[in-house]
């Protein structure tokens, strides 16, 4: 059994999570924000007095920075599923797994990382007969766009690809034909969708469209908790879905 401080506990994925647990235990959460959970919540991970084997993280980028140094300072393994991070917090996460085992992914669904495998290797059996489009669709809450989960699709593509990919975000300031050497990326946000992301592989005379919907935030909750129970039992290094699929 694990004891598992969450961090943005009193948030949508944040309840998600204390809704899934089980077999393991929350026993601390940590949250800017007040409110009441089924355990202490404090505003700072430094604050907890509870000992901690794993934590999850699904609060905020700007949350991220004491939670690493936390995590470091008590040798905690530390589960990442938030999004939106730049580039400079992620070379925080590289920093922090030379310490303690550091997992990090832009979807926790296993289905997902199911369908950036087929994403790579559609894109490398298709090869540059194909245009490649991504559509990534959330409710209007959602923060950042394009989602963390289109990006990992893109790489997944990219890395199939022969070529190096251009990625588009935005084609209105432009007035010009389409790039065969681009990946679009495209963001909706609307009403209470919890995520739905599309592949498109559009060739001549044929597309190809792989796609995933989530239908509760539940999947992303119980793949976190996967997370956790594979992370705790790793060395220090950075780890991703792709390493606990491969497992699998």
Known sequence: MMNIMLCGCLGRMGRAVTAAVTEDTVVAGVDAACGEAPYPVYAHPAECTQPVDVII?????????????????????AVI???GLSQEQKADLGRAAE??????SGNMSLGVSVLAALTKKAAAILGDGFDVEIIEMHHNQKLDAPSG????????????LSYEPVYTYDRHAVRQ????????ISAVRGGTI?????????????V????????????FAVGALRA???????PAGMYSMEDLVNQV
């Open 177 to 184: 034909k389409r790039d065969p050497h681009e990946i679009g």
């Open 208 to 219: 190809i469209n792989l796609t995933h919907r989530a239908q509760s935030r539940e999947i």
């Open 81 to 83: 599923c938030t999004t």
């Open 149 to 160: 989960t289109a990006l990992m699709l893109a790489d997944a593509a990219r890395q199939g």
């Open 228 to 234: 956790a129970r594979f992370l705790v039992e790793q």
């Open 99 to 104: 310490h303690i085992p550091v997992f990090f």
């Open 57 to 77: 993280d699904f609060s905020n980028p700007a949350a991220l920075a004491e939670e690493l140094a936390y995590a470091v300072s008590h040798k905690i393994p």
């Open 194 to 206: 919890v995520g739905e992301h599309q592949v498109i592989f559009a060739g001549k005379d044929e």
